[in-house]
């Protein structure tokens, strides 16, 4: 289905998606160029360079690298709000982070945007949605003023497996969706950046029934890869490519009233080479708007 097809698609099955434009946000590390850990001082910096394009960032684990400790101050001090985040795979990794939230939000409840519990679990098949339900639960419960939920790949949602979550009664999804990980050369990119999330989006509304209008939903991941980049399959890398996808897409999804976190903010050059589900090495220390040294990319306006 052609691009414009998918939008008016979008905006027939939700109607309230076009009365407002989605808000932009950024996937951010917590690791500096040299892998050491960001401090308060680092996400000062990271929200200078970012402050004329949006005060909303996404964040993984609040324990490591003391995430959550140091974020929360930076945000405060330079007016931004950030989504904060749990691995709830292991009991270890999710007792560190859940421990690390109960430290650093009680009184600073109005810097966090949202709590994700999880990040791609489902699609890893590190957990099941009975348990990672069990798991947003805990974390709802400790902070009822707080909007709490899930992060998942697109298909995770749109195939049924995170059903019993929002059959459990949680409202706040965020659904990543990456063309370039389906190997789209960039002419298909949108439609199929569109269809994912189209996807996902009706599928989470049709199990939520009476409760859909509770849904917060929006997208967690996309982006692509600029120059340095490592190609996958029929997906090139490349900054001009990038913008494109920027523009083209990301710009689109934004206008139909999507919010949408690009990944990610800057370059991590700290990443090791890993292996592609094609089995072939990847580069994937180029996925930022930013350099690592918080230079910016490429043009963002979107299109009138």
Known sequence: MRAAGLIS???AASPALVAARGTLGFALGNENPDATC???????KDFDALKDLTTLVRTYSASNCDTAKNIIPAAKAKGFKVVLGVWPDSDESFNQDFDALKAAIPGNEGVVDGITVGSECLYRGDITAQKLLKR????????PSITVGTVDSWNKFA????????QGGVTYFLVNGFAYWQGQEIKNA???Y???IAQAKARIEQVAGDSASKIKFGN????????GGSDYGAAKAGTKLAQTYYKNAVCAML????????FEAFDETWKPKSIGDNGEEMDETHWGLFTDDRKIKFDTSCPN
Do not use: C, H, M, R
């Open 194 to 196: 569109f269809d994912d």
């Open 159 to 166: 195939d049924g497996t995170a059903d019993p979550i929002v």
């Open 136 to 143: 947003i639960n805990q974390v709802k419960n400790e902070f």
């Open 220 to 227: 967690g991941e996309t982006g692509w890869p600029t120059d």
């Open 255 to 262: 206008t139909w009233g999507i919010d949408v976190f690009y």
């Open 190 to 192: 949108t439609a199929t």
């Open 9 to 11: 698609l979008l905006a």
């Open 38 to 44: 960001k401090s308060v001082a680092d996400y000062k």
